[in-house]
């Protein structure tokens, strides 16, 4: 089992920046790739970052240039920085972590962290 806790959200106004964080608990956190999916009112949940196992990473057309996903193994937290941020930013931020075995595949999720992008 594997224990996800995202914080870091907030208000903002257009052209800001928040860091979300996610902190992970109660298995080998090094060992599952992490992502950061969100979910706009009346949308569908989309991913919007990841970064493996291996620290290679993945953004979503509209966020690259402007978002960056890094990890801490050390802390067992995967961070996610958010720059120039614009109202269709606005969504409840989740964090994932999924790994696949042989025996068998993981996928756990936190409970979101709200991020109101506003003037």
């Known amino acids: 089992q594997v224990q996800l806790v995202e914080s870091g959200g907030g208000l903002v106004q257009p052209g800001g920046s928040l860091r979300l964080s996610c902190a992970a608990s109660?298995?080998?956190?090094?060992?599952?790739?992490m992502a950061w999916y969100r979910q706009a009112p009346g949308k569908e949940r989309e991913l919007v970052a990841a970064?493996?196992?291996?620290?290679?990473?993945n953004y979503a057309d509209s966020v690259k240039g402007r978002f960056t996903i890094s990890r801490d193994n050390t802390k067992n937290t995967v961070y996610l920085q958010v720059n120039s941020l614009k109202p269709e930013d606005t969504a409840v931020y989740y964090c994932?972590?999924?790994?696949?075995?042989?025996?068998?595949?993981?996928?756990?999720w936190g409970q979101g962290t709200q991020v109101t992008v506003s003037s």
């Open positions: 109660g298995s080998i956190f090094s060992f599952y790739d």
């Open positions: 970064i493996t196992s291996g620290g290679t990473t």
């Open positions: 994932n972590a999924q790994r696949t075995t042989w025996a068998r595949s993981y996928n756990y």
